[in-house]
């Protein structure tokens, strides 16, 4: 970034109208009129798209009109170029009623943990000024508080400000569910000195002198990018290489270049899941990195995969994802509320009960961002939004996003289509090696480069590896027209420290969550028509198999065979339940675990709707085979149970630990093509390990080894219910694990449910590896 005048002349003033404060640094201009991504925005039709600029000359300010239509006048003149002050005050558009501003020497009193409050979107201008109250102020959604804030992630009784004896203030939260911040940090109480920021929801409390002001951050805000760097490998390999760019209110901004040029290593930085090694990210003038705890909750993200269940419709989908975001004690009807706006939000009332998987991919695109828009984010990101989709999907996608930036929201596309850039206001072009190779209005970005067509352009990032694109853009009048005179925010040479951030505030409890969790889960496999057909019949195929192999009678030449195929039967049923089930949704699990899911319910949710049936299965593969079948038991009892019932428990449970297995197995892959050839790899190591087919007792090795396999005690604690050494002796019956004792039958189950265990442990941890990094910090 170029260097700014360590001590400029021209005072540093402030330019008040009607809509707000913009302080004036004396080391860049300032652009007025009706261009949303003017610095002094005034929308009245007598004012020229860009009407004036002010720029800082000498010792002194001056405003110059770029030939408006209706012309500029300071102190009761009309003006081409004119030197003005504190106190001059400018008209725009009409001498005596055209929009008015005042320059003041002195900034009024704003919160001291933004860099330059008056140069944010949310800082401006207070919401709401109260007197400072003397007593204890009860802050919440509900209309029972004393300070009402209308926003669904606010909880209805969320915090309360409490005036102490001795005159000072102090925050205490009041077990809300998303949390309250003072400074960007959460507290359970602490105490409240002038220019602090308490945060709650998307409203930020500050008290200066005498007043308690009200800051709401209603979407537009502006995002400043400082010398980010990102290195790999020890720093051997750099990634984001000094990016530095400012974003605008309520601008569409779209990140292109070549494959391998940063741009969802830049995505990560900017979200802070991945935060930059060196540099800063000012969310309108707070530093992101060190007030993520709080701002998180303003940023939304629309990973390239769609992070929604496919086989729900529209509304279930939203409404199971309002459930986990929105505080606990949110109605149902306010749910259903929001919902119903988001629908409306994105024009999707038509399709709103209709099955996601039925939907073309740019519907399917407006519904990842209608669960994002739920909880009203400020800054919206989203990676290969067109990616996969036809022209015309494109281009109906990317005005899409351009009405969402219209209606107050500072979006960010991460691309690779070229085919919409017009829409966008701003275009960031990132060359290989993580440089800004250029940044300003999409139309001029091909003339800057010195071609007609963007594949040459993107030929040429490839091929010329010797050229400084970084250094060609540097060197240009767009750097210092579109990055020098138009970042508002001071320059941080370095980023506030990344402290311990651990997992965001949960808005619902842990049996909320999996409440729900399992709700939506069991929604979700009731729809999918496929797996509800393998469920039903594969516990009768695999039974029907066992009996007719087993007769009428556990005999010396059916029942190794019959027990074999229970075990087999029981392994299949419980791992094809599961060895997809996490893969497939790694996705939906990391986007939902950034905003609260907490880790543990999501994997009880999955044990218990999955157990669920897998144990359904089990008990029905088991009497499809052996209901009726004389079972050869001694004195025709069992170890402590009936017979039928003790070989049930035993499918069951292997079945059950099975499913962990399979788990285990899903969250350790990367792709979900292949499940399949591992669920087939696993059946076989439980037929080959099981004790049936090979002698394990007192074999080195091969005995330590079937220990972690489910279907050597399963299969032990079977031969042990029937004590099979007596039907079938011999050497391959002769092991201690068949005996029909007590002892034995209890080690064979324990040590299923100490697999199970062991495979549920394994999955919490790898499932912390697909979380955001600084979560696992």
Known sequence: MAERPAAPIAPELVLETETGFTVMSPSRDYHVGRDPLSDVVIDDARVSWHHAVLRPDADHWTIEDENSTNGTYADGRRVHEWGVGPGSVI????????????????????PSAVSLPLATGTFRQPTTVRPLPARTVRIGRGSDNDLVIDDLIVSRRHAELRAQPDGTYEIVDLGSHNGTFLNGQPVARAPVTPGDIVGIGHSAFCLVGDQLQEYVDTGEVSLDVQDLMVAVDHGRKTLLDQVSFPVGEKCLLAVVGPSGAGKSTLLNALTGQRPADRGTVLYDGRDLYRDYAELRQRIGLVPQDDILHAQLTVRKALAYAAELRFPQDTARAERRARVDEVIGELGLEQRADQPIHSLSGGQRKRVSVALELLTKPSLLFLDEPTSGLDPGMDRSVMHMLRGLADDGRTVIVVTHSVLSLDVCDRLLVLAPGGKVAYYGPPEDALAFF???????????????????????????????????????????????????????????????????????YAAVLSADRTFLVIMIALPFVMGAMARALAGSELVQDSVMDALLILCVGGVLTGAANAVRELVKERVIYQRERAVGLSRS???????????????????????????????????GKGVLLPPLVEITAAVALLAFTAMMLGLL??????????????????????????????????????????????????????????EIAKILPGDSTADPLFRHETGVWLLNMGMLVVLSVVFGYAVIRLLRRHEPAVMRK
């Open 450 to 520: 010195g071609y007609e067509e963007w594949p040459e352009a993107f030929e040429d990032f490839e091929r010329d590896h010797d050229r400084d694109w970084a250094g060609d853009y540097r060197e240009s009048p767009f750097h210092r027209q579109y990055i020098d005179n138009s970042t508002s925010q001071p320059y941080l040479a370095e980023a506030a420290p990344v402290g311990a951030v651990g997992p965001p505030p949960k808005a619902q409890s842990w049996g909320s969550q999996l409440g729900t969790l399992v709700r939506r």
């Open 91 to 110: 008209r725009f558009g009409n001498p005596s009623d055209g929009p008015r501003a005042v320059l003041v020497d002195r900034p009024p009193e704003r």
């Open 665 to 722: 197995v899903s969250a350790m892959v990367r792709k979900e093509e292949v499940t399949m050839p591992l669920l087939v790899l696993l059946a076989i190591v439980q037929v080959v390990f099981c004790g049936a087919l090979l002698k394990l007792n007192g074999v080195p090795g091969l005995e330590q080894f079937s220990w972690l396999v489910p279907a050597r005690w399963a299969f032990g604690a079977m031969a042990g219910t029937i």
């Open 601 to 635: 319910a999501y994997l009880m949710s999955k044990i218990v709707v999955l157990g669920t049936i897998t144990v359904v299965q089990a008990v029905v593969l088991t009497l499809v085979a052996l209901l009726g079948v004389d079972l050869n038991a001694p004195d």
